[in-house]
């Protein structure tokens, strides 16, 4: 009776685990940048499509410029389009598969 039960549980523990460690590589992906062969799209309105902004490191008072994000440069990678320069959101397709219902199993006596 136990013996299905904590094949589940454990089965989809597993499946979580997986589940989050690719969410984590996937993570790190970034898209390529506009003009490189990359997908074509309108502009980004935020960085006008140069996929790069001004870096926070260059509003301090002390006027000294750079930091570990920009690595001196005053410039870091655009947060509404990733530093691809594009404003086109990237179309994502998520498929679902039915499972079933755990059952209780009862052993005659």
């Known amino acids: 009776m136990v013996g299905p039960i904590i094949v589940a549980v454990a ?3 597993v499946g979580a685990f997986i589940g989050v460690a690719a969410a984590d590589r996937c993570s790190e992906w970034r898209p390529p940048l506009a ?3 990359g997908a074509q799209g309108p ?3 935020t960085c006008a499509g140069t996929g ?3 870096c926070p490191c ?3 008072s002390d006027g000294d410029v750079g ?3 920009c690595t001196g440069s ?3 990678d655009c947060r509404s389009c990733r530093g691809s320069g ?3 959101r990237a179309t994502v397709r998520v498929t679902l598969r039915a499972q079933r219902t755990l059952v209780a199993v009862k052993k005659a006596k």
């Open 11 to 13: 089965s989809a523990g």
């Open 35 to 37: 003009g490189a062969g």
């Open 43 to 45: 502009s980004c309105s």
């Open 52 to 54: 790069k902004v001004a």
């Open 58 to 60: 260059s509003r301090w």
């Open 67 to 69: 930091c570990r994000t």
């Open 74 to 76: 005053g410039r870091t």
């Open 86 to 88: 594009t404003g086109r």
